[in-house]
């Protein structure tokens, strides 16, 4: 194998020199190949990879562990595949790989987005070699597959490994929630507990990162009791995690506590966290005080931190602040502002009426518009009623993907709100000409440590006699305090029973009647997390629900945070 030459040696801090070892093993008559595949390894570490490469070469007879220590050194680059290809064809190969020289394979592959079927003939190797179900081998193989968005493949894996350890589990968590099955993660995690083989930061992160996405906050407040008794909840990594994840979940005095315990330790991206969180509930007064906190302290404000102001002044609706912290973004601290900063002024400005103005900042800003900022354009068209630029954002929207179909939707949902039925007919003729299906309205209610999901009409639930009783009760009882549905949402120009029914088993009242239904204590806030945008009924309704039930609901939608309470929404009625 020849010698890289263009790969030069960079400086490193190691308190010994691995060439002063070397050195020193030539010297010495009893080197012998352990050593020099130990030194493999520490030149790696030490950032030296031309002299492990140098080494491996002047090796009389290099072993399994020499080449494993060489593929391992380089896997961070497809080179570690050539090193096995070269491997196996050498001419004196009398060994095979092990469950090691095949993790630190699928490592690379699941690097590189060209090398998975490279992945799949190394899988079949392992079948053949029996060692697909080690800890080592498989664990990586769980990670290889999640990474190639493959996570019933990593499962399958998984479940075959024989002695799961806690990388294993660790690497089944991560994916999961990488790859959205959240509730999968949770119950992977679980397990863990229940195996008792331990926990890493690796683990708890992984958790509370799926807990997070779900707004699940008894699951955070078991995964951060979990990470006490580890003696984790002190690390960096997990105590980000657990503000990042109660403030998802709408606790945002959790996520201070956790914040305020560790603020000696915590970098930049726990400050953003922190004030991410308050930013989704558009506090935007706490974003600034911690802006200027987080350059008391001595960090540098980064992009991140800017979309949080920006996020928090976009929820409160202040177009004219965020326009000015764009502008200070770029003069005083010398940060371009990327496309999700744009997204938020224009965002801003449309919830302020702006919206003329916001597509002059679409058209000018140094971006490409993507569809999130024309989606954005949209929604507040519909919002303010206009319909004629709802059409034309719609148009804009479908331009960039023709199967978007919330573009479709809320085109048609503006259209019928202003009565014109004829190009509502023409939008939902279009939807069925491309076969493009509305996204299915999903939402989820987190009740003693279990999530439970609904759909649109759901009546799949083992309470669903009891859900639909009591939603017919609340909505009896908000109709009598003056509730009125809102009917200009509705594709369809068809009788008000029919609308009625329609509007009543959206899915976040199903999630709310079962809140109510499964016995929380009485005054608990209930939280409900939906995969779209709240409807104005549903919006409506909930404010009225609130008096009724004499409680808090807490709704966190595709746009933000809803805090209802005593007929009223945080939100103004603008998102």
Request: with cysteine; proline share 3%.
């Given at each position: 194998m020849a010698l890289d030459l263009n790969q030069q040696p960079q400086p490193q801090n190691t308190s010994t020199d691995p060439r002063i070892v070397h050195a020193r093993a030539l010297k010495s008559s009893q080197a012998d190949r352990s050593i020099y595949n130990n030194l493999i390894t520490h030149y790696s570490k030490s950032n030296l990879l031309s002299y492990s490469l140098r080494l491996f070469n002047h090796i009389p007879s290099p072993n399994i562990v020499s080449w494993t220590a060489l593929i391992s050194a380089h896997?961070?680059?497809?080179?570690?595949?050539?090193?096995?290809?070269?491997?196996?064809?050498?001419?004196?190969?009398?060994?095979?790989?092990?469950?090691?020289?095949?993790?630190?394979?699928?490592?690379?592959?699941?690097?590189?987005?060209?090398a998975f079927l490279f992945g799949l003939s190394l899988h079949s190797l392992s079948l053949k070699l029996s060692l697909h179900d080690k800890p080592f081998c498989g664990s990586a193989l769980v990670h290889f597959y999640s990474r190639f968005r493959s996570p019933d493949n990593a499962k399958k894996v998984f479940d075959e490994i024989r002695e799961r350890d806690v990388v294993c589990y660790g690497a089944m968590i991560v994916g999961f929630a990488q790859n959205s099955r959240l509730v999968d993660s949770l119950s992977v995690f679980a397990d863990m507990r229940s195996a008792d083989v331990g926990s890493t930061m690796y683990c708890v992160s992984g958790a509370l990162r799926a807990a997070a996405e779900l707004a699940a906050m008894e699951q955070c407040r078991v995964i951060h009791?979990?990470?006490?008794?580890?003696?984790?909840?002190?690390?960096?990594?997990?105590?980000?995690g657990l503000i990042d994840g109660y403030g998802k979940a709408g606790i945002v005095s959790d996520a201070r506590r956790v914040f305020d315990e560790n603020l000696s330790a915590l970098n930049s991206v726990a400050w953003n966290a922190m004030m991410a969180g308050y930013a989704q509930q558009g506090d935007q007064s706490t974003v600034l005080e911690l802006f200027h906190l987080l350059e008391m302290r001595g960090f540098a404000p980064d992009e991140y931190s800017f979309l949080a102001v920006l996020t928090a002044l976009c929820n409160a609706g202040?177009?004219?602040?965020?326009?000015?912290?764009?502008?200070?973004?770029?003069?005083?601290?010398?940060?371009?502002?990327?496309?999700?900063?744009?997204?938020?002024?224009?965002?801003?400005?449309?919830?302020?009426?702006?919206?003329?103005?916001?597509?002059?900042?679409?058209?000018?800003?140094?971006?490409?518009?993507?569809?999130?900022?024309?989606?954005?354009?949209?929604?507040?068209?519909a919002i303010h009623g206009k319909a004629d630029m709802a059409?034309?954002?719609?148009?804009?929207?479908?331009?960039?993907?023709?199967?978007?179909?919330?573009?479709?939707?809320?085109?048609?949902?503006?259209?019928?709100?202003v009565g014109r039925w004829d190009e509502v007919a023409e939008v939902r003729k279009v939807m069925?000409?491309?076969?493009?299906?509305?996204?299915?309205?999903?939402?989820?209610?987190?009740?003693?440590?279990?999530?439970?999901?609904?759909?649109?009409?759901?009546?799949?639930?083992?309470?669903?006699?009891?859900?639909?009783?009591?939603?017919?009760?609340?909505?009896?009882?908000?109709?009598?305090?003056?509730?009125?549905?809102?009917?200009?949402?509705?594709?369809?120009?068809?009788?008000?029973?029919?609308?009625?029914?329609?509007?009543?088993?959206?899915?976040?009242?199903?999630?709310?009647?079962?809140?109510?239904?499964?016995?929380?204590?009485?005054?608990?806030?209930?939280r409900i997390v939906k995969n779209l945008r709240i409807c104005r009924d549903c919006h409506e309704s909930f404010k009225y629900i609130s008096r009724v039930v004499e409680r808090e609901i807490v709704v966190r939608d595709v746009n933000r945070y809803h805090r209802f309470l005593n007929g009223s929404c945080t939100c103004g009625d603008l998102w």
């Amino acid at each position: 194998m020849a010698l890289d030459l263009n790969q030069q040696p960079q400086p490193q801090n190691t308190s010994t020199d691995p060439r002063i070892v070397h050195a020193r093993a030539l010297k010495s008559s009893q080197a012998d190949r352990s050593i020099y595949n130990n030194l493999i390894t520490h030149y790696s570490k030490s950032n030296l990879l031309s002299y492990s490469l140098r080494l491996f070469n002047h090796i009389p007879s290099p072993n399994i562990v020499s080449w494993t220590a060489l593929i391992s050194a380089h896997s961070n680059s497809p080179f570690s595949l050539n090193i096995f290809l070269s491997m196996l064809r050498h001419p004196t190969l009398s060994f095979l790989p092990n469950q090691r020289t095949l993790a630190s394979l699928f490592k690379t592959c699941a690097s590189l987005s060209h090398a998975f079927l490279f992945g799949l003939s190394l899988h079949s190797l392992s079948l053949k070699l029996s060692l697909h179900d080690k800890p080592f081998c498989g664990s990586a193989l769980v990670h290889f597959y999640s990474r190639f968005r493959s996570p019933d493949n990593a499962k399958k894996v998984f479940d075959e490994i024989r002695e799961r350890d806690v990388v294993c589990y660790g690497a089944m968590i991560v994916g999961f929630a990488q790859n959205s099955r959240l509730v999968d993660s949770l119950s992977v995690f679980a397990d863990m507990r229940s195996a008792d083989v331990g926990s890493t930061m690796y683990c708890v992160s992984g958790a509370l990162r799926a807990a997070a996405e779900l707004a699940a906050m008894e699951q955070c407040r078991v995964i951060h009791g979990h990470a006490v008794v580890a003696g984790l909840d002190r690390n960096v990594i997990v105590g980000t995690g657990l503000i990042d994840g109660y403030g998802k979940a709408g606790i945002v005095s959790d996520a201070r506590r956790v914040f305020d315990e560790n603020l000696s330790a915590l970098n930049s991206v726990a400050w953003n966290a922190m004030m991410a969180g308050y930013a989704q509930q558009g506090d935007q007064s706490t974003v600034l005080e911690l802006f200027h906190l987080l350059e008391m302290r001595g960090f540098a404000p980064d992009e991140y931190s800017f979309l949080a102001v920006l996020t928090a002044l976009c929820n409160a609706g202040l177009a004219g602040e965020s326009e000015k912290w764009i502008e200070r973004m770029k003069v005083r601290y010398k940060l371009e502002p990327g496309l999700e900063h744009y997204t938020c002024l224009i965002s801003a400005m449309g919830r302020a009426g702006r919206l003329e103005d916001a597509e002059r900042i679409a058209m000018a800003m140094p971006f490409e518009p993507d569809a999130a900022v024309w989606r954005a354009l949209l929604s507040f068209s519909a919002i303010h009623g206009k319909a004629d630029m709802a059409s034309k954002m719609g148009k804009r929207l479908i331009d960039i993907n023709p199967y978007d179909d919330s573009a479709y939707v809320i085109v048609a949902n503006v259209l019928s709100g202003v009565g014109r039925w004829d190009e509502v007919a023409e939008v939902r003729k279009v939807m069925k000409d491309r076969r493009v299906r509305k996204e299915g309205g999903r939402s989820w209610i987190e009740v003693k440590g279990k999530v439970h999901v609904f759909l649109a009409g759901d009546r799949m639930h083992e309470r669903t006699e009891d859900i639909y009783t009591k939603l017919a009760e609340l909505m009896e009882e908000c109709e009598r305090l003056g509730y009125v549905p809102v009917w200009d949402e509705m594709l369809h120009n068809v009788g008000d029973r029919e609308k009625r029914e329609a509007l009543w088993y959206h899915s976040e009242k199903l999630a709310l009647a079962f809140g109510l239904v499964s016995g929380a204590p009485r005054g608990k806030t209930l939280r409900i997390v939906k995969n779209l945008r709240i409807c104005r009924d549903c919006h409506e309704s909930f404010k009225y629900i609130s008096r009724v039930v004499e409680r808090e609901i807490v709704v966190r939608d595709v746009n933000r945070y809803h805090r209802f309470l005593n007929g009223s929404c945080t939100c103004g009625d603008l998102w």
